[in-house]
């Protein structure tokens, strides 16, 4: 009996490499929004943020085998590509953010990150949420929920309840506010101090609460107050998603010290990248000795440069706020006995389904997304339940791309059982 693929990978790759859905799809090609597995079906893609001005956008593709042929090496060497990226990309920013350091993942820029609010403040304690998720460095897992830290997690890490718009309204922040006040007095209790906080201004892993802008403004002052920094991870809000705004960030009303980016920075050419103001960058560079070798590469400058003007050109932000308001219009329209709330931030969607008996319905949603993949849509589940349908296409996501997910989701939500 020849070697399955699953079965090639585990004997390569080691034991519980992650896979999405219970039948993994082998994919094969890509174009925009479609992806195509080894069989020739095509998928719409609902889920992927990494390609994000389309998978194989050509502008994007040509740039990066333009400069591979020219020249590709590391920022000791003099080049212009990453600076005209800096440029370009800290022009979209306001609150004084005019500084960079690139690197290859989010994972790597979050590290940084912490070390900034380290070296901006002189103290090590640091504030997350009890359902997020930040990377993989050592240090960035020591806030990342997914499986808990061998060992334990860090004195210096605290994590407060993640903001949940339907079983924990806080209209104003207050709530959320109060559970990092009581953080920042833990952290200084234990001689710690507070460094700052890190959060992604949709809280997408937690499930994409409703918030108004304006929400964080009270918490933001606390941490001020303690002397820490904000964190601000746009790793999947930013770059247009939220399509009223540019970043996260503003669409929430709050000024963050420190951006960290990632994934879509270069449409799945590995980058990331950290910006922050000066007098936060000096201190970081006066207390820590970092160098990256193929962060800031001409070739990832090349291919940040074109999905910059890919957004610009092609007008991806418009494209998103109106496909959203299209989107949460045929959400909110949707009925099932489990779906207790829809909600939606730029093009990215959620819908949250609650066992009558108030547990999540984790087994429903993982039923729901197989047979979406089945019937030709990949999306996947959020939250701290898992139970939160997961929406988040690729930029050029259309009105006509809108309407054969929504479609398809209706015809789901009926065929699929609910749990008894």
């Known amino acids: 009996m020849s070697e399955t693929l ?7 790759m080691g034991p519980n490499v992650p896979t999405f859905y219970r039948t993994p799809v082998h994919i094969v090609r890509g174009e925009g929004v479609w992806l195509w597995d080894a069989a020739g079906n095509r998928y719409l893609d609902c889920y ?27 920022t000791r060497y003099l080049h212009d590509g990453v600076l005209d990226y800096i440029e370009r990309l800290t022009a979209t920013f306001s609150h004084g953010i005019s500084q960079v350091i690139m690197t290859c993942t989010g994972s790597e820029a979050n590290d940084i990150a912490l070390r900034m609010a380290q070296a901006a403040t002189g103290k090590t304690g640091i504030i997350a949420t009890d359902a997020t998720y930040h990377g993989n460095t050592m240090a960035v897992s020591q806030l990342s929920t997914r499986k808990p830290p061998i060992g334990g997690r860090w004195p210096n890490v605290r994590l407060v309840p993640a903001p949940d718009s ?36 949709m809280f997408a892993n937690e499930g994409l609460p409703s918030l108004p802008h304006g929400w964080l403004n009270k918490t933001v002052d606390i941490i001020r107050a303690a002397g820490g920094i904000v964190i601000s991870d746009e790793v999947q809000p930013g770059f247009g998603r939220a399509g009223s705004h540019f970043w996260g960030h503003d669409k929430l009303g709050f000024a963050p010290d420190v ?10 050419h590995p980058v990331g990248a950290v910006a922050t103001r000066p007098d936060v960058m000096a201190a970081f560079r006066n207390a820590f000795s970092y160098f990256n070798t193929f962060g800031g590469n001409p070739v990832s400058a090349a291919a940040a440069l074109a999905v910059l003007d890919v957004i610009r050109y092609e007008g991806l932000q418009d494209n998103a706020a109106r496909v959203s308001a299209h989107v949460a219009e045929r959400m909110a329209a949707l009925r099932h006995p489990l779906l207790r709330d829809t909600r939606s931030n730029g093009l990215f969607f959620g819908a949250e389904f609650i066992l009558d008996n108030g547990q999540p319905a984790t087994r429903f949603c993982a039923d729901l997304v197989e047979v979406m993949v089945a019937s030709g849509v990949l999306m996947n589940v959020i939250g701290a339940g898992r139970n939160i349908l997961k929406i988040r296409p690729p930029m050029p996501f259309s009105l006509e791309n809108a309407d054969v997910l929504m479609d398809r989701l209706e015809a789901t939500l009926t065929s699929t059982p609910v749990p008894v």
């Open 48 to 74: 992927n943020n990494v390609p994000h001005v389309g998978h194989c956008h050509p502008r994007v593709v040509q740039a990066i085998c333009a400069q591979v042929g020219q020249l590709n090496t590391h």
């Open 6 to 12: 699953i079965d090639r990978r585990a004997r390569l």
């Open 259 to 268: 951006v960290v980016m990632g994934k879509p920075m270069a449409n799945g």
């Open 166 to 201: 339907l079983r924990r309204p806080d209209p104003d922040g207050s709530i959320f506010a109060g559970h990092v006040a009581e953080a920042v007095q833990e952290l200084e209790a234990a001689g710690f101090g507070c460094s700052g906080i890190l959060l992604c201004p």
